[in-house]
């Protein structure tokens, strides 16, 4: 489906308003086209009036004219008198058409913007929608800075299209009733006006198509350019701590530059398009003007009627070099829009309809890997014929060198990723049958990194449980050993932490994640290296908290510390994406093994510490 179509599908659950919004457009175009007949009939009155007078003749003025076949204006005028009313008529008409014309424009304007801005903030709600349901795999590869860049930019440029797409049809409107109205006149000046005007439709094409392709180079630039401020941006500190702020300066200065280029290649089309539009247009009216001039001479056309069609014609010609001047909006809101609808056209997470059957409740926490293999490149595996056991409420950790594929297990126990073979049951229930959602309700995840929203600390534990009341937040925080620390805080916990948790300590953060995690009161937990990049104090205060957490529940722990695992009841040792050993701390010490190196080497370091 092409992006016209795909943009129509929210344009037509408006219709109603649209349709209103139309019928006031043409009601404008009435007003304005009743303005030409009404100075073509008074021009007219008055030219007989002239006449009259230098003949010395008595003045009585008979005039009865048809305005475009909708109604009469039969009038008698005689003296002075009634050319002075008749002249005070035009202007109380006149004014009648402006002030009918301002209703009209109120009106419209308000349904017309009414149902753009509804359009926009549905799309945003989609993309959003669709975005967080978008597997991990692309948000792997994509650019944060491309995609805000997308959600934000992109989704404005729609605005453009929108408010063009209300001129391009307020245009044809008034296009379609002024050349009616000029047909009424003599239609072999329209249709000598009608081949002129066409070339115009022609050069816009020609440019459109060149601008659309400069407009996509510019969105590209401006999209890496965001991406490149929130890349900067973002490890701000490690820009300082390297002195690399003039070497950050000169890659955005080469950025820019280009983004600046292709933007001057785009001005100077639309520079070229706009005298192209007035020499076509211009030449047209003045070769339509002569063959008027001709008329006139020859007596095969009125003052009046002279007046009329000049009328329209005027009318005519702004509404055609509207539809010239909205080229590059148009442009850059098509490759907007494509760009969006190229994230509408990612698959996101499975989703089906599912059964009360393919829900996880009531979870007991066995959990089995059985034969279960997984590559994230497709051509390299990063596990192979995993098979490992978890009873309900013991603890596995996870130990061996880095990049062996600890973390993997816990990403494709949550399905962040789906398996390539074999199969994982929770509850002898196989995970991929299924609901997402229903899956990750029984678990909660506490990473290495920890995840704090802007906020305060009440919302960042209270994500947990969205339903959860201040006093179970709390007792949640006391668990995690935050409440002390909370306490201190400005605004306890009503403390506003800053992005991130910017404000807070790696510590306090983690033990917010921590209540988080507890409040949440899943089945089965997940640590992935959760104390590994904290100091002696704050692990312990963490650890004491973890363990809290961990009461009751199945707990899958990747150990980067193997001194906080002794007491896990069963450890397995990966290393190159499988299972090198298994058993507990004991066991695996009294073999001479991958597990007992690793932790002779971490006892030595501690020792000389």
């Known amino acids: 489906m092409n992006t016209g179509k795909r943009l129509l599908k929210y344009i037509v659950v408006h219709w109603k308003r649209i349709f209103t919004g139309f019928i006031f457009t043409l009601l404008m175009g009435l007003s304005d086209a009743l303005l030409a007949p009404a100075a073509g009939l008074f021009i007219e009155a008055f030219s007989d ?11 009585t003025i008979h005039i009865k004219y048809n305005l475009m076949g909708l109604f009469k204006i039969d009038f008698l005028r005689v003296g002075m008198d009634e050319i002075t009313n008749a002249l005070f008529m035009f202007i109380i008409f006149l004014i009648a058409s402006v002030v009918l014309k301002g209703i009209f424009v109120l009106f419209k304007e308000l349904l017309m913007n009414s149902v753009v801005q509804k359009i926009l903030m549905q799309v945003r709600n989609d993309i959003y929608s669709h975005v967080v349901h978008l597997p991990m795999r692309f948000f792997d590869v994509q650019k944060t800075g491309e995609l805000m860049s997308r959600l934000t930019y992109d989704v404005n440029m729609l605005d453009s299209a929108l408010n063009s797409f209300i001129v391009i049809l307020q245009s044809l409107v008034y296009t379609i009733i002024f050349v009616a109205g000029m047909l009424l006149i003599d239609w072999q000046l329209t249709l000598l006006f009608l081949i002129i005007f066409p070339l115009l439709g022609i050069t816009i094409k020609y440019f459109a198509s060149k601008i659309k392709t400069i407009n996509l180079r510019i969105t590209t630039k401006l999209a890496d350019i965001s991406s490149f401020l929130q890349e900067t941006l973002s490890s701000i500190k490690i820009v300082k701590s390297y002195t690399r702020e003039g070497f950050e300066k000169d890659k955005f200065k080469i950025k820019t530059k280009e983004s600046y280029n292709y933007s001057l290649k785009s001005v100077f089309l639309v520079a070229l398009l706009k005298p192209a539009n007035e020499i076509i247009s211009t030449g047209g009216m003045v070769l339509i003007f002569m063959v008027c001039g001709l008329k006139l001479i020859n007596g095969d056309l009125s003052i009046g009627d002279l007046t009329m069609f000049i009328g329209f014609l005027t009318m005519a010609y702004k509404p055609i070099k509207t539809l010239g001047e909205t080229t590059e909006a148009v442009q850059k809101a098509t490759v907007s829009a494509e760009r969006i609808f190229e994230i509408f ?45 978890a009873k309900s409420g013991e603890t596995i950790a996870f130990v061996g060198p880095s990049g062996g594929g600890k973390s993997t297990i816990i990403n494709i126990l949550m399905r962040f990723y789906e398996i390539e073979s074999g199969n994982i049951f929770i509850d002898s229930k196989d995970i991929s049958d299924v609901t997402l959602e229903s899956l990750r309700s029984q678990m909660s995840l506490v990473p290495q990194e920890t995840i704090l929203f802007s906020g305060s600390v009440l919302d960042n534990i209270r994500y947990g449980n969205l339903t959860a009341s201040e006093n179970e937040v709390i007792e949640a925080a006391k668990k995690a050993n935050a409440d002390m620390f909370i306490q201190n805080l400005p605004l306890k916990y009503k403390t506003e932490i800053g992005e991130r948790g910017i404000q807070l300590s790696g510590g306090q953060r983690q033990r917010i994640a921590i209540a988080r995690a507890i409040l949440k009161n899943p089945k089965i937990l997940l640590l992935d290296e959760a104390t590994s990049a904290l100091d002696v104090e704050s692990e312990n205060l963490v650890q004491d908290a973890l363990e809290n957490l961990m009461v009751g529940r199945t707990t899958f722990v990747i150990a980067h510390r193997l001194s ?18 298994s058993g507990n701390h004991d066991e695996l010490i009294k073999l001479d093994g991958l597990y007992k190196r690793l932790y002779s080497i971490q006892f030595k370091e501690n020792k000389l510490k």
């Open 564 to 581: 906080t695992i002794h007491n896990a009841d069963r450890i397995y040792v990966i290393e190159k994406g499988t299972v090198v050993q």
């Open 49 to 59: 009036i002239s006449n009259s007078i230098q003949a010395n003749q008595q003045i």
């Open 345 to 389: 056209d990612t698959q996101n997470e499975p989703i089906k309809n599912y059964t009360a059957t393919d829900l996880l409740n009531d979870v007991k926490g066995n959990i089995v890997f059985k034969d279960v293999s997984f590559s994230y490149s497709g051509v390299e595996s990063t596990l192979s014929n995993i098979n490992l056991n």
